[in-house]
């Protein structure tokens, strides 16, 4: 089994939508959550980091619920350029620096 | 102004060869990474090295071996590629092994024919 699920998309939204993604985890253990976003044919970069009492910056909202192990990216007002993939992450202990990634979930912004 | 580069960008290559592949971070980091994403675009840790040393040795073929000549570099050798080794191969650093920020290399695209 897998430690990071994610729905692989794609999801098709028109410009201004809001759109949420959601990943589960499989080990209760796990400690640190991040959302990475990943851009056709680049390299992962980190969007922002999960904290338990959840967290915004900007139009991006990321949540986590530590009961159900799963954790949510919320995007408000989708822009052309917010197309890529969105990698949830999560790592076993606080601070380690092994990562483990979701397979992504596409998102494709129409005009 | 570069913060982790890789070379080669693509690298095609024929099965039994030999073949390396350079990471370099400009960033002072003292934690480096190597990642594999396969055709399904699942990225996973392969190895970590902080200060040179290995830290993170996650279950990979002993034809892979990393070298790290100091902390700014972390190269990849694979020996007798094969088919199911083409992927893309991502190169990180962190500022240290404590869970902070990892940036990411542009990736090695590698196809073994």
């Known amino acids: 089994r897998k430690e990071v699920e994610q729905d692989p998309g794609p999801f098709n939204v028109p410009e201004g939508a809001t759109v949420a993604f959601n990943c589960t985890y499989s080990n209760s253990a796990s400690q640190s959550f991040f959302w990475y976003r990943q851009d056709c044919r680049k390299e992962p970069k980190l969007l922002m980091s999960?904290?338990?009492s959840g967290n915004e910056d900007g139009r991006f909202t990321a949540q986590l619920n530590r009961a159900s192990q799963y954790i949510s990216l919320l995007i408000r007002d989708s822009k052309l350029s917010d197309s890529a993939t969105y990698l949830c992450?999560?790592?076993?202990?606080?601070?380690?620096?092994?990562?483990?990634f979701g397979t992504g979930t596409r998102l494709t912004v129409i005009p | 102004d570069t913060a982790v580069s890789q070379t080669p960008k693509y690298l095609v290559t024929q099965m039994g060869n030999d073949k390396s592949i350079k990471c370099e971070q400009n960033l002072g980091h003292d934690t480096m990474y190597w990642y594999k994403q396969d055709s399904k675009k699942f990225l996973k840790i392969m190895f970590s090295y902080n200060n040179k040393e290995l830290i993170i040795n996650e279950t990979v073929p002993n034809r892979f071996s990393p070298k790290s000549p100091d902390k700014a570099h972390l190269n990849l050798h694979i020996n007798s590629l094969e088919l199911g080794d083409s992927a893309v191969y991502f190169c990180?650093?962190?500022?240290?092994?404590?869970?902070?920020?990892?940036?990411f290399g542009p990736g090695t695209r590698l196809l073994v024919l």
């Open positions: 990180a650093s962190s500022q240290t092994d404590r869970g902070e920020t990892q940036y």
């Open positions: 992450v999560v790592t076993l202990q606080t601070g380690a620096n092994n990562l483990f």
């Open positions: 999960v904290y338990s």
